[in-house]
């Protein structure tokens, strides 16, 4: 995910963008899996304080800007991919002695 949309979003004053954010922060550390509903949007509007059609608004953000990781199916947002991993410089290998 892209670190400056995610600032940008964190940034923002609506609750639609700031909920996005926090979706796109737990995508990228793992927190939400590969294949994971995205939390129900009356639990998340109860947690943040605004209507549930808030939190669908900021899954649909998601879906829209996030590459395909987050796509509807069925009716509910999941994640489809696993957030992109940092890549080791060192390398593990064994040299024969």
């Known amino acids: 995910m892209d670190g400056n949309l995610i600032r940008q979003w ?7 963008d700031q909920i996005a954010a926090d979706f796109a922060r737990k995508i990228d550390n ?5 294949w994971a509903e995205l939390p ?10 605004v209507d549930p059609r808030t939190v669908c608004r900021a899954k ?14 069925g009716g509910v947002y999941v994640v489809t991919q696993a957030p992109a991993q940092t890549s080791d410089t060192t390398s593990e290998t064994e040299t024969a002695p």
């Open 10 to 16: 964190s940034a923002s004053p609506y609750a639609r």
């Open 40 to 49: 129900g949007s009356d639990a998340v509007a109860n947690d943040y304080g």
């Open 30 to 34: 793992g927190q939400i899996t590969p």
């Open 60 to 73: 649909k953000l998601l879906a829209d800007k996030m590459d395909g990781k987050v796509k509807k199916v």
